[in-house]
DNA sequence: ACCTGAACACCGTTCAAGT
DNA sequence: ACCTGAACACCGTTCAAGT
């Protein structure tokens, strides 16, 4: 494993790419700690000061890294709730599925998505990009508006209370306050509960 | 600052404790990254290995820190809830409203108290103290319940739900997601969904 | 424009030795 | 039982120098 060394060209072409896979698959596997420049950098077989041409820190990293997770949340929210067959209130339902098991499955990177701690000048990009990812919940509120099986009301600040009551089932089962398999359960009956209050 | 160094006894007869109260305030003050073994002993006038006879490693204090973290949760929660002059919905609403100023006031310890990663032997203690912080607003909806004001159900999961979406609309505020002079709004918005969804 | 290598100041952790 | 001092292996960050 340490002699790994490819045989990179001088100018890898692709490092910033490369720098942010490789991030995020330690992130994964073990935890925000080992996510280390050096070890980066080792594993990609570069010197431990080439990183620094493409985040000005580790923290621009983990920024990066995080911007990077919204993103994918956006692309599993948007997957479980596109489906236009089922109905909508099923579709909500999926799409809280699919949020608490992003979550749940990706726990270190969704923690990092949620952690107050990011380079002050990427506050800016940081809430776009939460923003997008929960966009396809507000959506379907929307919709459900339209369709008269949401009750009126500011949609984004309804969707912001559903929002936060994910992230929080969600961050309490990571912490295991809430075990893994009572997860399911816990957002459908937090969902039959928004619904009972929403609904018209 | 740096000649600080007290004349303590070489044995300090209490170092347990005041590692506590400065890692607790470096915490506040700087952040989780500076709560540093070093930085705490520096801090006190002690060896830099003096801690390790009070806690195996960062992570151990980091735990302890959070554990002592939710009995001081705990205390301000049961002020704000056991003032029984006060009306039951209100005193849930003060509680809500607690909680989540505790955890604006608090951001890092906050944030400590809820991250997933703790040595695994002090997984036990870590639960105990957090669904000890919690009884309060438990006790709260159990006499809810006994004064027909809340429905029937099982009151752990129905104050879980409600934990949950203040632990949410809490870490979006320090993630500044949303903006903390919302928060009261916020808090007592979902409170008010909380309870269209559970009243009688 | 991008990468390297050496240097610096900081960590956590361990352990023999001191009180 | 509790603390010290030195040692070790690791970091992040910087910067002159190489391609």
Redesign the interface.
Known sequence: MKNMKKTHPYHHGNLRVELLQVAQKILLEK?V?EVTIREIAREIGVSHAAPQRHFRNRQDLLDSLAVQGFSQLEKVLKAGSLDSEVPLLERLNNAALSFAHFAADN??LF?LM????CCDDK?GVM?EA?ESAFSPILELIISGQEQKIIQSGNPL?IG??L???????T??V?????ERDRLDD?VL??MD??L???RY
């Open positions: 935890g700690e726990a270190a923690e949620n952690s107050s701690k506050l809430k939460s600040k912001l209370v929002y936060a009551t994910l992230l929080g089932i961050t309490m990571n912490g295991e306050l809430i816990f009956d937090s509960h928004f009972k209050g929403y």
